[in-house]
């Protein structure tokens, strides 16, 4: 089966960018992607994360990263103290990064390539990226939170990223890397408002149910009683994605790894979605 196989929702804070810095409270996203990564590595065996991160910020347009091999060293911008400089290696995926450029365009979402060998990683692609897959054996392609995107465009943005990979023949998981509840405050230790962690439970139970449509028609409403980080943007492209997966293998249902956890006023969960056989898999 080609397409997207899997789509997850991956925390990023700064903090877990070093393991000195990672406080006891956030150990449990740690382990939960750990735990993700090697399942989904070891079970499905996919041929590329697709990852959209809520930290590389594009105004207009959606540049797709069509480098061959991702090299660099990543740093916080926003707290170098926490993520100084960490190295990273990973192959790319130019063929499908092209073919969902272009993909983008046709579809009606403006879209770049993003061939520059001077681009590095910000901390919301590098955070998961280094717990799912340590040793980047599988090829990574890059997305940005885009400004101008609305809900709808973002949307299909992910049901373009399925239908590449299904043209291509590619075993895809996508990657949200992205807080739900993010209304932040000075303090790590904080959490959300009740009333915000309610809501935050209400859409990981949507995941859970497998109630895509339902989680689609209120993504909008939720992202702002919450304030979603960037807007819910990340997220709505995530279910673009499963709405796609839905379309072609049915149903789907999620699972959550580890528990939901604070930083500074964000709640952050780690999940999968997929359909039942897959997410059997998954164990």
């Known amino acids: ?18 393991a000195k810095n990672t406080p006891d409270y956030q150990q449990t996203l740690v382990a939960a992607e750990r735990a993700l990564g090697e399942a989904i590595r070891r079970q499905l065996k996919p041929d590329l994360w697709v990852i959209v991160s809520s930290h590389w910020v594009a105004t207009f347009d959606w540049p797709v990263t069509c480098q061959p091999r991702h090299v ?16 990273y290696d990973y192959p790319g995926d130019p063929e499908f990064a092209g073919a969902l450029v272009e993909a983008f365009k046709a579809g009606g979402v403006p879209s770049n390539r993003n061939d520059s060998e001077y681009f590095e990683w910000d901390y919301g692609t590098f955070v998961p990226m280094q717990y799912l897959d340590p040793t980047g054996d ?3 392609v890059a997305l940005p939170s885009v400004l101008m995107s609305t809900h709808e465009e973002c949307l299909s943005a992910g049901e373009l990223v399925h239908a590449t990979a299904k043209k291509l023949g590619r075993r895809v998981v996508f990657v949200t890397s992205s807080a739900l509840s993010h ?12 009333e915000r962690i309610e809501a935050d439970q209400r859409f990981i139970a949507q995941l859970k149910a497998g109630k895509i449509d339902e989680a689609v028609e209120g993504i909008t409403e939720y992202s702002k009683f ?11 492209t995530m279910l673009g994605v499963a709405r796609a997966m839905a379309a072609d293998a049915g149903p789907l249902a999620g699972r959550q790894y580890g528990e939901y956890a604070q930083s500074s ?3 952050n969960v780690v999940m999968a979605l997929a359909d039942a056989g897959t997410l059997a898999r998954l164990g």
């Open 1 to 18: 089966m080609s397409g997207v196989i899997a789509a997850t929702i991956a925390a990023h804070v700064p903090t877990l960018g070093l």
């Open 72 to 87: 660099g060293h990543c740093v916080a911008d926003e707290a170098p103290q926490l993520i100084p400089g960490r190295p």
């Open 138 to 140: 599988v090829p990574v």
């Open 183 to 194: 209304v932040l405050v000075r303090g790590r230790e904080n959490w959300p408002l009740p």
């Open 226 to 236: 919450v304030g979603a980080e960037m807007g819910g943007r990340p997220l709505a």
């Open 265 to 267: 006023g964000s709640g």
